[in-house]
């Protein structure tokens, strides 16, 4: 409150910037911009992507900058690039305030390629063993690609409006670097849905290892079961005990019955191999 009444900020941007469920957005103050973003970063735990909001004050002389967690953020290379000197610190706060926004969205390229190697191993181990894991594994990123898509958006509005924006705390020199962000912003929703339609076809490729597996499974029963069958009518033939029954009293009668039997076997197995049935 004392920093928004140095600066002679409105109660309402005091008040939002201690809100954290704020919709990515621009909005003009006439002598302040107000920008809401949302940053991404990795996060140390598997299948889990690191999401805080970032709120920006972008003034004639001062950027201000509210953040969810202070535990982490991606703006070391700018902290870097100020304690350093050079040409960041030498320009405007426009210039500060770009330097910033392009570093949440290079951020967005960083989780990307995590995704994407994660993905990677999710296809392999899909090809491998269509297992649970797998599958748990798919859906978990799929929830990650939604969330990516949920912020990428936005944040493709936030860049036109920047780019756009008749004020004069942009600068005409600044207003190109901020198109360049919206086109990277392009690029990474190209990139989302890229993702989002690999692993769709990693679940089709799932479901039809299942498939293929169930009907190898269910031809190889199919095949025991069929074999069996004259197995059976001859066993169960002969098991009847009828008295006049002639075989029956016949010496070798159960070593023609088991002959019986093999050949059937061996008969109908090749059958199956030259229709390529197995």
Same mark, same amino acid.
């Given at each position: ?16 910037? #201690? ?12 002598? #302040? ?18 999401? %805080? ?14 953040? $969810? ?6 703006? %070391?290379?700018?902290?870097? $690039? ?7 610190? %030498?320009?405007? /706060? ?28 999710? %296809? ?6 269509? /297992? ?37 705390? =942009? ?15 392009? $690029? ?38 069929? =074999? ?23 010496? #070798? ?26």
């Amino acid at each position: 409150h004392a920093l928004g009444a140095r600066l002679n900020l409105h109660p309402l941007v005091v008040e939002d910037l #201690y809100q954290t469920r704020e919709r990515p957005r621009v909005e003009s103050y006439g002598e #302040y911009l107000f920008i809401v973003l949302r940053m991404l970063m990795n996060p140390t735990a598997e299948m889990t992507i690191a999401s %805080e909001q970032v709120s920006l004050v972008l003034g004639a002389q001062f950027v201000v900058t509210a953040q $969810q967690d202070v535990a982490g953020d991606v703006f %070391e290379r700018v902290r870097e $690039q100020l304690r350093n000197g050079g040409r960041l610190r %030498e320009s405007g /706060s426009d210039a500060l305030a770009y330097a910033l926004i392009d570093a949440i969205v290079d951020a967005h390229f960083t989780v990307l390629e995590r995704v994407d190697d994660e993905i990677d191993g999710v %296809e392999d181990a899909i090809v491998r063993d269509p /297992s649970p894991t797998a599958l748990r594994d798919l859906h978990a990123i799929k929830r990650e690609l939604a969330r990516l898509r949920s912020s990428i958006w936005p944040l493709r509005d936030v860049l036109t409006r920047l780019e756009r924006a008749e004020t004069p705390l =942009i600068a005409p020199e600044t207003r190109v670097y901020f198109r360049d962000a919206y086109d990277h912003s392009v $690029q990474l929703i190209e990139t989302v849905e890229t993702l989002r339609d690999i692993t769709s076809s990693l679940m089709d490729i799932y479901l039809s290892s299942i498939s293929n597996r169930l009907n190898q499974v269910m031809k190889v029963l199919t095949v025991i079961s069929t =074999i069996f069958m004259p197995l059976t009518f001859v066993t169960g033939l002969y098991g009847m005990n009828f008295q006049h029954m002639p075989e029956l009293a016949w010496r #070798y009668g159960y070593a023609m019955v088991w002959a019986v039997v093999l050949v059937l076997s061996g008969v109908m197995l090749a059958v199956f191999r030259w229709r390529r049935w197995i």
